[in-house]
Antibody
Framework: QVQLQESGPGLVKPSETLSLTCTVSGGSMNNYYWNWIRQPPGKGLEWIGYISYSGTTNYNASLKSRVTMSIDTSKYQFSLKLTSVTAADTAVYFC????????????????????WGQGSLVTVSS | QSALTQPRSVSGSPGQSVTISCTGTSSDVGDYNYVSWYQQHPDKAPKLMIYDVSKRPSGVPDRFSGSKSGNTASLTISGLQAEDEADYYCCSYAGSNTYVFGIGTKVTVL
């Protein structure tokens, strides 16, 4: 059974950098796309971006200037860095796997998120 | 990208059916058959309930069904049960390898 687990500081000061890591267990990282999604307290979900198993990234345009994602498949981990944080970045941060399917020998992205971490609350406050 | 529009809340009695709408634009919901739905209980991670507009992952009860017409997707829960009380979010592929979520709908079982 695939499991994802977020880890990182729960408190970050304004203007500093938020850093989170997601550890994957119970399955391979190959061929999948690994996403970060956040949820401010009492609000809805916001897609932050993804990093592929090979290191390709794509970010939400609204956060692009502040986001960096990296991956270390040998450690079964991928990470998120968000710079210059403000109170508006206070949220539960989820890591999630985007699946894929095989058709006629080609891999196609599933365009949905089938496994999620439990979430990590990050509060931005001095 | 603007969040997809969902009703803030819907409710129904046990055994009834409820439908949640998810309205986007011709650039997301209307342009791709990649709408998914997620169920989220309080303080829990979201769970995939529907993908590709109307497909159910293994283990999801067939009480949950999805559809799409134009720029609006819908999730229907038939035979509502107490454990269905949760928040539900739609999500659509929005092109250029990006995704957009709905604002979320709280389902209350009366």
């Amino acid at each position: 059974q695939v499991q994802l687990q977020e880890s990182g500081p729960g408190l970050v000061k304004p203007s500093e950098t938020l850093s989170l890591t997601c550890t994957v267990s119970g399955g391979s990282m190959n061929n999948y796309y690994w996403n970060w999604i956040r949820q401010p307290p009492g609000k809805g979900l916001e897609w932050i971006g993804y990093i592929s198993y090979s290191g390709t990234t794509n970010y939400n345009a609204s956060l692009k200037s502040r986001v960096t994602m990296s991956i270390d498949t040998s450690k079964y981990q991928f990470s998120l860095k968000l710079t210059s944080v403000t109170a508006a970045d206070t949220a539960v941060y989820f890591c999630a796997r985007e699946n894929y399917f095989l058709s006629s020998g080609y891999y196609y992205r599933g365009r949905n998120f089938d496994y999620w971490g439990q979430g990590s609350l990050v509060t931005v406050s001095s | 990208q603007s969040a997809l529009t969902q009703p803030r809340s819907v409710s129904g009695s046990p055994g009834q059916s409820v439908t949640i709408s998810c309205t986007g634009t011709s650039s997301d919901v209307g342009d791709y058959n990649y709408v998914s739905w997620y169920q989220q209980h309080p303080d829990k991670a979201p769970k995939l309930m529907i993908y590709d507009v109307s497909k159910r992952p293994s283990g999801v009860p067939d009480r949950f069904s999805g559809s799409k017409s134009g720029n609006t997707a819908s999730l229907t829960i038939s035979g509502l049960q107490a454990e269905d009380e949760a928040d539900y979010y739609c999500c659509s592929y929005a092109g250029s390898n990006t995704y957009v979520f709905g604002i979320g709908t709280k389902v209350t079982v009366l």
